[in-house]
Every structure is written in C-alpha cells, then in structure tokens.
C-alpha cells in the first residue's frame, strides 16, 4: 500500500503563486508515473500535469507556461504561477505504482484563487 500526503494548498490572490507537494511512501516501491489532476465544483476531474519516472512531463494546455510540474524520487511538485480564479479547484495527485501500475490517490488539497 502507498500513501500519498499532499500540502501547498490554499488561499492566494489572481496573479499569485502557490507550490503543491506530494510525498509518497514507503519509498521502497517503484513509482513509474506521478502526477497531479483537479476538480472544481460541479465539474470532472481533469489532468493537470504528469511526470514520468524518466523525467518525461505532460501539462494540460490551460495551465501551460504557468505551472511546472517537477520530481525528486518519490516527491511531486507542482509550482502554479499566474493563478487564475478558474484555477480554484481541489487538486489530487496520483501515482501508479510497481508492474502493474496501481492507481493510488491523494487526499487531495483545495487551491482557491480569488480576490
């Protein structure tokens, strides 16, 4: 079983930044794939970024050029500049893990962008 622990989020102005974090553990299993999806109110979760055990990273077209998503080991950052309002959702990061590629999730952390 792995656990992932998320924190970074909160409450920041339109324009700000805020930097999310994930830590997996224990770090004794191979972590193929990291990654960070949100959802906002009344809306599907979506894609936010992903990164590869390879160093290989994906970002969804809303948020590219604002945010970055980075790794170290089993630790997944995601640095958000230019917040927007719409950016205001829960965001859950996601690993899989091992051969097989088991789907775990995070408790998830609220990001609210407003005045």
């Known amino acids: 079983q792995v656990l992932l622990v998320e924190s970074g989020g909160g409450l920041v102005q339109p324009g700000g930044s805020l930097r999310l974090s994930c830590a997996a553990s224990?770090?004794?299993?191979?972590?193929?794939?990291m990654g960070w999806y949100r959802q906002a109110p009344g809306k599907q979760r979506e894609l936010v970024a992903r990164?590869?055990?390879?160093?290989s990273t994906y970002h969804a077209d809303s948020v590219k050029g604002r945010f970055t998503i980075s790794r170290d080991k089993n630790t997944v950052y995601l640095q958000m500049n230019g917040l927007k309002p719409e950016d205001t959702a829960v965001y859950y990061c996601?690993?899989?893990?091992?051969?097989?590629?088991?789907?775990?999730w995070g408790q998830g952390t609220q990001v609210t962008v407003s005045s």
């Open positions: 224990p770090s004794l299993f191979s972590i193929n794939r």
């Open positions: 990164i590869t055990s390879g160093g």
């Open positions: 996601n690993a899989l893990v091992g051969i097989d590629n088991a789907n775990y």
